[in-house]
């Protein structure tokens, strides 16, 4: 069901990939709630990923900017603006990649070149994005950023590696930029702490499908979907939430405030019954 929320409203999506994609379905959304939209990606995301036709069958710009790099992004957001015919009002920042998780290094055997560009792109590229805006002031009053994280930046989680140590950087950076953006110009920066989903770049991570159940099954109300996920977002775009800002948000299904449920000590005594056997 659509409501409208976001009728007028003008946003940048960075992120989508393919139909797996959290950042995919914000998009979809975002259309279904009445905005209008520009899609990016680095130039390689998009030659191996599905967005180009997305944004083709849409009739939406797909312009290629590497969030690390700042000329991109000033390209971006100069040509985002010359689309809409002004400022935009929302963007959604889904970038992030370890080459440690993909090389299988554990966290403690990190390769160090590869744990800079785990932090540049998934932590300081949404700091570049938002002084690239701030400098150009590209985005109107009341206007909302939000980046996606995960509750790996508050606890340990086993072989999520170096991106525990990017997500708690991006959230920091959402708190510090927050204060500063809230106080200049009403603009508001938050995260979302996303239920483990079953992305492209979320398979890649060992025993990720383990680790999706066992959230599911410690989660009152179970793990949250990339469709719900894009619905919470299109709340956070919305004016429903404009004193909403700095916040770390958590959409896990009651997960970040379980210590243990009934269907994880269930499944927990049913291994010691199989040992017996």
Request: glycine share 6%.
């Given at each position: 069901m659509a409501y409208n929320l976001l009728k007028g409203k003008k946003g940048i999506i960075f992120g989508a990939l393919n139909e797996m994609s959290i950042a995919w379905k914000v998009a979809e959304k975002c259309l279904e709630e009445g905005a209008q939209i520009v899609l990016t990606n680095t130039p390689l995301?998009?030659?191996?990923?599905?967005?180009?036709?997305?944004?083709?069958?849409n009739h939406i710009p797909l312009i290629p900017a590497d969030?690390?790099?700042?000329?991109?992004l000033n390209h971006?957001?100069?040509?985002?603006?010359?689309?809409?015919g002004g400022k935009i009002d929302f963007i959604l920042h889904s970038v992030a990649m370890s080459l440690n998780v993909r090389k299988k290094r554990s966290y403690d055997d990190l390769d160090y070149d590869f744990l800079q560009k785990t932090l540049d792109i998934s932590a300081i590229?949404?700091?570049?994005?938002l002084q690239c805006a701030k400098k150009l002031d590209a985005i109107n009053e009341w206007g909302s950023v939000v980046a996606l994280s995960y509750v790996a930046a508050q606890r340990t989680m086993y072989e999520y590696n170096d991106m525990a140590d990017a997500k708690a950087m991006l959230e920091s950076i959402a708190r510090s930029f927050g204060y500063i953006y809230g106080r200049e110009k009403k603009i508001r920066i938050n995260t979302i702490s996303q239920s483990p989903t079953m992305t492209t770049a979320g398979s890649g991570i060992k025993?990720?499908?383990?680790?999706?159940?066992?959230?599911?099954?410690?989660?009152?109300?179970?793990n949250a979907t990339a469709e719900e996920c894009a619905g919470y977002c299109i709340c956070l775009f919305s004016d429903l939430t404009r004193k909403i800002t700095m916040q770390n948000l958590y959409h896990d299904g009651g997960f970040s405030s379980m210590?243990?449920?009934?269907?994880?000590?269930?499944?927990?005594?049913k291994s010691f019954d199989t040992e017996k056997d």
């Open positions: 995301s998009i030659r191996m990923g599905k967005v180009e036709a997305f944004a083709e069958k969030a690390t790099n700042v000329e991109d971006l957001l100069k040509e985002s603006m010359r689309h809409f590229s949404f700091h570049k994005v025993g990720f499908d383990s680790l999706v159940d066992f959230a599911d099954r410690m989660s009152p109300l179970g210590g243990m449920s009934y269907r994880a000590m269930h499944q927990y005594n």
